[in-house]
């Protein structure tokens, strides 16, 4: 297992879906408790409970890639910030 970490790495570095994966892993980090507790505190009497998992599941990747999307790829909330700070001065 140990030597074949190489061979994986190599293999999968330059896959598309391997990279987007990974760059969702810190915004699912950061949103994945308030999400769930969300679901579970004001969602439970819309959906069954063999669904709640699920739910989590599709709120906590959705809410990730809105994170992801506004703040971290190509940084559009620094468009902002510069144009605030530009006119604030």
Same mark, same amino acid.
């Given at each position: 297992? #140990? ?35 969300? #679901? ?50």
């Amino acid at each position: 297992m #140990v030597f074949s970490i190489n061979g994986i790495f190599d293999a999968t570095k330059n896959n598309k879906f391997d990279i987007f994966a990974g760059s969702l892993s810190y915004p699912i980090y950061l949103s994945h408790i308030f999400v769930i507790a969300y #679901v579970l505190l004001k969602l439970p009497f819309y959906i069954k409970n063999s669904n709640l998992i699920s739910s989590c599941y599709f709120f906590v990747i959705l809410v990730s890639n809105i994170i992801y999307y506004a703040i971290e790829k190509e940084k559009p909330i620094d468009v902002y910030r510069k144009r605030f700070k530009s006119a604030s001065n």
